[in-house]
């Protein structure tokens, strides 16, 4: 504001006209008001021009008629903060395009000077506007300078009402208007064979569909529907890295790229950051959610709506210009980067499409950089998780609709838990493909460092801890001091590593870890039986799936060392000791084997990680090679086993899909829905039978991830080079590394079956968790208040 009068102070021999931005002829005579307090006593009024009604399309005719060169100052009525806060101004006050009401009216002409200000906007002479429309190719000078008005005092009026308010105005009418657009849009209509017309009616309609309207009363009420949505949850903030975002903010416009969750996931973030001081982000979501009530608001409210699937060149071209005119105008931006809610807890791969229009974008914007903001976002716990377990098993998916809705909302009254955001190292798109010759490389190297970033960032929450303990041998109870047992191990693991932890608790504190399990008790996963000597807990009836998903958040930090596990093993027959070239070779095998699960580094990278691994078992390792079974021996001895928890349990889907492989006829046709059906009743078939170890085999994601592996290898066609040999040599290599999971396994039984009540601490994690309300059934209650199924 204090630049705004210095300008107006300077240019004093300047004549000046107002430029009044109302939407009722009661805040035109508000602004005349203040005219008229504002001029000196003896001096000239100031001429004024509306920017509404008729006499708008030819502004600049009339300022130019009162003086040839005057400083136009734009002026607004809007509310003090006092009433912004009072709820009758978000049930009264105008939003973007809509008339104000006759409440809200005699509310700003009240003479109580608490009710109304006046804003005065950025001055500018009509040569400078001039200067600025000629630059940008338009074609009505006219709209160009209401369109800056109105502009200039919407960055006025968010030092009132606060930067969540920092909204897009004019969007169509400022990118259709620029020369540039229309050039392109002839290149467009040349390039597809179409008629420039044509062209032009389809960009418009898609822009229409696209667009986000955002309007301030919308973004109250999304926000309001978010905190209601998202009631069950207590969500922290890691703000370690948000300074560093907040100053690249206020020079380059930024992209958040959280991992997916939940379909809170948009709901939680955003009030998180607005809270931070960070601006509205435009929300780049699916056409999917677009159904009524929830789309139109969402689209009000910075919601970009966009199609799941497109390869129509003037779709694409659209949703270029569209990116492209958000950065040039510093909008911030959000996506989810896996393209869906990861069905498993582990990060899904990322998608590479909307990297590449931003890419793209960035090109074609007047923004120097964009940088990108790897985020993670981790629930402890959540109601769709078993609906997502349901459909790995087969079950058909709800579609997205009111109905879905509304009992997603109900859900949310029956849990109570933690939402964790945090923010991984801001990553420069320009520095990235200023380096890359190839832009395809550029991107896939971009997707790669977000990904990595966001499992770097992504804590270890005490959920993932115990369900991690139970999944390992989920056959057995436990009682406590077996209980204890697994899991102290584990959190000096990560305390040795330094792994980020949720809300930064101590992992390895008693009290957290027991919060964790009653946590888990309560919501159904875990049982507690007490009618033997002790009490013990076991995994809830199918709630296997479920209890992977609290796991698998955290699953990508303990990978590298059940590699590490499995490679220092000999081979099944192998009677000579291993050597590091051979472990190496076992180890990019394994790496191999696994790249549609789990996001590795580069070899180099991958090879200093798993040799800080295997040293975390046995520093000597290199001295004792030469003798073959030293490694047996070393690892019996750990009190610290992983394998079988972390790779046994996809090591045995992808036994079942090898096997039914090797049973498809060579010459068949391939059905893929109809063979993951066959994997999920052969799956269960074994399981039933004890020849799986794990319920979480029986998964369509995992058999999906295990078709990815066997169509990179050409297992899948036919028209490959001795297919049927090929498909039983990739199933002996699963089963060798499915037995070395499984004596990994043995081990873990014989060292729990050692446990020594004695030794464990007063405080054992389970001792007074609260009992189940059924403590002897193993039946699911899936009505069960705070059930996650």
Known sequence: MDQVESRIQKSHDVQQVYLLDAASTLEVQALNQWIDATTREGAQRTPSVVLSGEASHQVADTVRGITEDPLLVPLRVTLTEKKRRGILYRMFAPRGNSMPTKAWQRWVTADDPDHSAVLVGEPATLSELQARFDRVGGTSLSSFIRRQASLTLDRAERDVIGSEYKIPRFVVEDMTEQKKFHDGMKEL??????????????????????????????????????????????????????????????????????????????????????????????????????????????????????????????????????????????????????????????????????????????????????????????YDRLHEVGAMAAESHGAKKQAEGIRMALGYIRAQGKLRGNVYLTFGEPISVRSIVDASEDKRVAVQRIAINVAHAINNSTPVTPAALVTMALLGIEDRALNVHEMWAIIAPLASYIHRRGLPTAGGVDISEVDVVRAAVVAQVAAGVVRRFDDGPEPVFYLAQDKHLVAAFFRNNAIHYFVMRAIGELVILPDQGQTTASTPESMWASALALRDLLKFEFFFGDKKEFGE???????????????????????????????????????????????????????LPVDAEFDKTVFIAQCLGAAQTRRLRQQLDHSESISGELFDTALQLAENRNLIEPAGENVAQCRRDFAREINEWARKSRLIRDMARRQLNEVDPINSPDGSPCRDTPKSDTPNSDKPDSDEPGDEG
Do not use: C
């Open 609 to 663: 990680r798993l040799e800080t691994e295997v040293e975390l078992i046995d520093p000597n390792w290199r001295a004792n090679l030469s003798d073959p079974d030293y490694a047996v021996q070393q690892l019996q001895s750990q009190d610290l086993h992983l394998a079988h928890r972390v790779l046994q349990p996809i090591m045995e889907a992808y036994q079942v899909v090898a096997d039914q492989l090797m049973l």
């Open 189 to 378: 209509a040349e390039r597809v064979g179409e008629n420039l017309t044509d062209v032009e009616r389809r960009v418009h309609g898609i822009l229409d569909e696209m667009v986000a309207t955002e309007t301030r009363r919308a973004v109250e009420m999304w926000g309001t529907l978010g905190a209601y949505f998202s009631r069950a949850y207590r969500v922290d903030v890691d703000r370690t890295k948000l300074q560093k975002v907040r100053e690249l903010n206020k020079n380059y416009p930024l992209v958040f790229l959280p991992n997916h969750r939940s379909y809170l996931d948009p709901l939680v973030l955003r009030p998180a950051l607005l809270a931070e001081g960070l601006p509205l982000n435009h929300v780049m979501g699916g056409i999917n959610v677009g159904f009524w009530p929830l789309g139109p608001i969402a689209k009000r409210s910075g919601v970009v709506l966009i199609q799941r699937k497109f390869s129509d060149e003037i779709y694409k071209w659209t949703l270029r210009q569209y990116m492209s005119f958000l950065l040039s105008k510093r909008f911030n931006l959000e996506w989810y980067i896996e393209g869906g809610r990861s069905r498993t807890g582990k990060l899904r791969p990322p998608r590479f499409g909307l990297l590449t229009y931003l890419v793209d974008a960035l090109e074609n914007s007047d923004a120097e950089d964009v940088y990108l903001v790897p985020t993670s976002i981790t």
